[in-house]
């Protein structure tokens, strides 16, 4: 038994937090991190005791600016000349320690344990920005690197610099992403869609389908690693920044075999070492006020907020408070369920916890402490993989025959291709009858318990799991290393999508022999499709000849060396031209404006004053006292009756009413403030329910030449007189409206506020 390694890695202050002069509140004495609540003067210290401390702020010391030092520090002034008489200077030190201290605390222990045969896991916690992926991956520049790229690089350094020649390594690696429970293969672009997590009786939960990279050197797991973080930051950029929503797991799965010199025996040693770059976890919070209550909300955080639970239930299992663990949620979400056995499983796990030094994250810093406090109470129970694999293998033949002679035992044969053949009618009946049933089956299936049972379609599906399984369990890793090789070294074009913000990573491969380009209408299929102004039906041939690419234009098809940064630079200028231009028009509109109700209210006031001037002439023609009783007012000939209006009177209580009507920005920020819950709950909706629709709030305004439709129109007003809401608004009128981008089918609608209030679940099911 072992405990969860904790390290806690303060970041440096970054630019927000300087520009907005925070102060510290994290400090640290050895393994002791102290945590200071800038916003309580009583009871605001909290300390905390970890394995490992990193401190990577540069040591600010506070001393007295002596002129005649002649030491030779570097030193900034931070204080402003006007401070006071206390001047303060700051002296740098190189920020220690760095990736390479955190390296060999954490990472060079964990691939001990990897060589001696555990499963190890390292996982990196914190709010987004706090430092987890530069802890877990770190950046390309020398020194700089994080903890996988220098696992990776030792691990093979140790190999080759290994005394015993007689052993056998092989190592493969995946990269998956796990966002709103759902995995996406990293490592092969081609895989769009996500993927299943199915649970295997003997093998427990893996991702089916997942593909598995063999590797033979560091530069290997280099070019994946840097295809799989371009493929994230593609979808991140496309989905609104996932990736700080999203969990990035990295796995190797390191096999040494060995040769015994003396007995012959053969014995093997598997690690699976993973690495996670978790989500931020501001997110995890679903207690919070903050409407995460919204299914958008619960589903990213359902893998975050499960691992808490697992967590905190692990930390009371081993401090006894609860007897248990069958009651550990594993199953909850799709993180937990396939890291189960690196939390407080069979596996050596380390954590960092990565926090910010400023004020402003008090809250977050301090709930990733005691995030991190509870993980170090999980006690692992680690033992050595040694010959795992021979023995899947074998326990899967047993499973496999089991299954054969008792689907045998009822008609039913499967084939060595997997075919199915019926010796009976009544099994054809069952057949259909369990098909209907299976339409709506899941994982389910494959979890039946194999002491069961299992009707004759979950049998045959079992078995065909298991086969498939054994088939990639035998597989040499030569073969396996070929297939990478084949996958990470075809010939490829890269994102050729005529509209680049459309892009995902869209990646053809350019197979051995011909590669037609074209389009969908060409007489002879095309092998690329592709749609665009200029693409011919058939545009192109490529012809690979042992991974020599050549490419045959055909006649008159152009190709054009878009530039496309240039291209965007350029658009993004004229944009913000033209946005300038109309900037400067709405400003000379509204100096128009602003200098004609001006006019009008000086004319109003001149009015005034003129009446009460005839009001005091007329009263000084009459008796004052008289004046005052109640009757006399009314004998009053300029009150008499109703006061008759002029064309005058009513042309400036027009504009005084039209003047109030021109602030209704301020109903505009009601109708955003007051719609955004909708709006989220739309999109999360969408999310829940794979639509590919997105929902934000926009601005439309009414003119004479780009005219609303009258349902966008109608929640501007609540008159039916058209006629007499436009005469007041005589330029113009702006609504919130809500944007809706059919992602899927290139469209966009616009939607009324009243519109989408009305819209319930089942409405955005027919979307
Ligand atoms: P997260 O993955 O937690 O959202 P990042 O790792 O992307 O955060 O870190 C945010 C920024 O802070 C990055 O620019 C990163 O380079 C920088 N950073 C984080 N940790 C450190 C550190 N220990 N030393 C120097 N820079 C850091
Ligand atoms: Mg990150």
Excluded at 229 to 239: C, H, L, S
Excluded at 477 to 496: A, G, S
Aim: some cysteine.
């Amino acid at each position: 038994m072992s405990s969860v390694k904790v390290a806690v890695r303060v970041r440096p202050f970054n630019a927000r937090e300087v520009s907005r002069e925070c102060d510290g509140i994290i400090e640290m004495d050895g393994n002791t991190t102290i945590i200071t609540n800038p916003k309580q003067i009583n009871d605001n210290i909290k300390s905390f005791n970890f394995d490992y401390s990193y401190w990577s702020i540069e040591v600010l010391l506070t001393v007295k600016a002596s002129p005649d030092s002649g030491d030779q520090v570097l030193v900034t002034v931070t204080a402003s000349p006007d401070s006071g008489d206390q001047v303060l200077v700051t002296h740098r030190r190189p920020s220690l320690p760095s990736q390479e201290r955190v390296y060999q605390d954490i990472g060079v222990e964990m691939l001990d344990h990897a060589f001696q045969g555990y499963n190890v896991c390292i996982f990196a916690y914190g709010q987004t920005g706090a430092g987890k992926s530069y802890t877990m991956m770190g950046k390309a520049e020398h020194d700089q690197e994080g903890i996988i790229p220098r696992i990776c690089r030792n691990l093979f350094q140790r190999v080759s610099n290994s005394n015993d020649i007689d052993a056998q390594i092989s190592v493969e690696v995946s990269y998956m992403e796990i966002y709103c429970e759902r995995v996406r293969d990293l490592l092969n672009p081609k895989n769009k869609s996500h993927l299943r997590v199915r649970e295997h009786p003997l093998l427990g939960p893996y991702v089916e389908d997942l593909s598995k990279m063999a590797v033979t050197s560091y530069e290997d797991i280099r070019d994946l690693m840097d295809q799989g973080n371009k493929a994230r930051t593609v979808a991140a950029t496309n989905m609104n920044e996932t990736s700080s929503r999203s969990h990035a797991v990295f796995t190797i799965i390191f096999a040494q075999k060995t040769c015994d010199p003396v007995s012959g025996v053969e014995t093997e040693k598997v690690s699976k070492i993973s690495l996670v770059d978790l989500a931020g976890s501001e997110r995890a919070d679903s207690t919070g006020a903050k409407g995460t209550r919204l299914k958008e909300g619960a589903n990213i955080n359902k893998s975050l907020t499960t691992l808490g639970k697992v967590i905190s239930a692990l930390a009371e299992v081993a401090s006894k408070k609860k007897k248990k663990a069958e009651f550990i949620p594993y199953r909850d979400s799709v993180l937990t369920w396939l890291l189960r056995e690196n939390l407080g499983g069979n596996s050596k796990t380390a954590m960092v916890a990565a926090l910010s030094p400023a004020d402003i994250n008090y809250d977050e810093t301090l709930s990733t402490l005691r995030y991190a406090d509870r993980a170090k109470q999980i006690m692992c129970k680690a033992v050595v993989n040694e010959d795992a694999n021979a023995k899947m293998i074998r326990e899967l033949r047993e499973e496999i025959s089991r299954l054969r002679d008792l689907l045998k035992a009822e008609g039913v044969q499967v084939e060595e291709d997997g075919s199915v053949i019926y010796s009976n009618d009544r099994h054809k009946a069952q057949e259909l009858r369990n098909n209907a049933m299976n339409q709506s089956c899941t994982e389910e299936t494959v979890n039946a318990n194999p002491a069961e049972p299992p009707s004759a379609k979950a049998a045959v599906h079992q078995l065909q799991v298991n086969e498939k399984i054994m088939a990639e369990l035998n597989e040499t890793w030569e073969e396996k290393l070929r297939k990478t090789d084949d996958m990470t070294f075809t010939p490829h074009l890269v994102n050729l999508n005529e509209d680049p913000s459309m892009s995902e990573c869209l990646i053809y491969y350019i197979k051995e022999g011909i590669t037609r380009v074209g389009s969908a209408e060409a007489n002879i299929p095309q092998d690329i499709q592709l749609i665009g102004l200029h693409i011919y039906n058939e545009h192109c041939i490529f012809e690979n000849r042992e991974g020599v690419v050549m490419l045959f234009p055909n006649e008159g098809a152009l190709w054009l060396r878009i530039d496309l940064k240039k291209e965007m630079e350029k658009r993004l200028e004229n944009m913000e031209e033209q946005f300038r231009k109309e900037k400067e028009e709405r400003k000379k509109e509204y100096e128009k404006e602003r200098q004609n109700y001006e006019a009008r209210i000086d004319a109003l006031q001149k009015q005034v004053e003129e009446q009460s001037m005839t009001m005091s002439m007329y009263s000084s023609y009459t008796n004052t006292e008289e004046l005052n009783t109640e009757d006399d007012i009314y004998s009053n000939p300029l009150f008499e009756g109703e006061v008759p209006w002029t064309e005058r009177d009513y042309q400036l209580a027009a504009t005084c009413f039209q003047k109030w009507r021109f602030h209704q920005f301020t109903s505009l920020r009601d109708d955003l403030w007051g719609n955004a819950v909708f709006l989220k709950e739309a999109n999360a909706i969408s999310v829940e329910l794979k639509k590919k629709v997105q929902f934000q709030f926009t601005l439309m305004t009414h003119t004479m030449y780009s005219p609303l439709p009258a349902d966008l129109l109608s929640s501007a007003s609540s008159s039916s007189d058209e006629d007499e809401e436009d005469a007041l608004h005589p330029t113009s009128r702006t609504v919130v409206a809500v944007e809706v981008q059919d992602l899927k089918n290139g469209a966009t609608h616009y939607w009324s506020i009243e519109k989408l209030r009305a819209r319930g679940v089942g409405q955005y099911h027919q979307m």
